[in-house]
C-alpha cells in the first residue's frame, strides 16, 4: 500500500516555473515506478513523465519534453516535477501516481495509486 500526496501547485505567469512534490508513504516506495498525470475539466488525465524505480529512465509526453524534469529521491520517498517555461495550456491539477514494475509507463490503468492532486494555473 502506497499512499501519495502532491503539493507545490500555484498560480503563475506565463514562463514562470513550479516544482511539485510527492511524498509517498510505504516502506516499499522505492519499488515503484512513478509518473505524473494532469487533467482539466471535461478532459481524460493525461500522461505527463515517468520516472523508474531507480531513476535510471525518465519519460516525457512530447507536450513537456525540454520543460519538465521528473525526479526522485527514494530515501526521503519523494517524486518532484519540475516545471519551467510553463505556458497557459500547462493549467490543470496534477496527479502523482505509482506503478508496479511493468505495464504501459504512459496509461492511467497501469497505476495502482494515486494522489489527490495539486491546481497548477498559468495565467497569460
Known amino acids: 500500500q502506497v499512499q501519495l500526496v502532491e503539493s507545490g501547485g500555484g498560480l503563475v505567469q506565463a514562463g514562470g516555473s513550479l516544482r511539485l512534490s510527492c511524498a509517498a508513504s510505504?516502506?516499499?516506495?522505492?519499488?515503484?515506478?512513478m509518473g505524473w498525470f494532469r487533467q482539466t475539466p471535461g478532459k481524460e488525465r493525461e500522461f505527463v513523465a515517468h520516472?523508474?524505480?531507480?531513476?535510471?529512465?525518465?519519460y516525457y509526453a512530447d507536450s513537456v519534453k525540454g520543460r519538465f524534469t521528473i525526479s526522485r529521491d527514494n530515501a526521503k520517498n519523494m517524486v518532484y516535477l519540475q516545471m519551467n517555461s510553463l505556458k497557459p495550456e500547462d493549467t490543470a491539477i496534477y496527479y502523482c501516481?505509482?506503478?508496479?514494475?511493468?505495464?504501459?509507463?504512459?496509461?492511467?490503468?497501469?497505476?495502482?495509486?494515486w494522489g489527490q492532486g495539486t491546481q497548477v494555473t498559468v495565467s497569460s
Open positions: 501516481a505509482a506503478k508496479r514494475i511493468g505495464g504501459v509507463v504512459t496509461g492511467v490503468a497501469s497505476y495502482d495509486y
Open positions: 510505504g516502506r516499499t516506495f522505492g519499488n515503484y515506478n
Open positions: 520516472i523508474s524505480w531507480n531513476s535510471y529512465s525518465q
